[in-house]
């Protein structure tokens, strides 16, 4: 008994480890949950054609976040990797839409955004 007891103390500092260990294995496994992708889209002019296109793709299943930059002619979307999105469902929305699509990037980590206050 005395024996159990001073090696109880032991486990329960590996059974902490072990389980800080999975905590950060599961935080690390939700950083990768979703996927980002950047849009150039041209011929958006104004402010109506932004929010349309915002509505558009905001109709994308998984699709979590849309940012439209109107005067950069970009959006920013982000949506789950289990339902990414293939490249030419994003072009044929934008189409649709009345706009002409650019170049898609898709990547694991959120895009810097183009600084709007150029001098």
Known sequence: MKKLLKTTPFLGLILTIFLFGQLGTVNAQSKTSHIYIKIEINGMVCSNCA??????????????????????????????????????????????????PGKIEFSDKPFAKENTLKK
């Open 51 to 100: 929010f349309g296109m915002e509505k558009e793709l905001k109709k994308v299943s998984g699709v979590a976040d849309v940012q439209i930059q109107l005067k950069e002619g970009l959006a920013y979307i982000s949506t789950l990797v289990k339902e990414k999105p293939l490249k030419e469902e994003l072009a044929l929305i934008i189409t649709k839409a009345g706009f002409t």
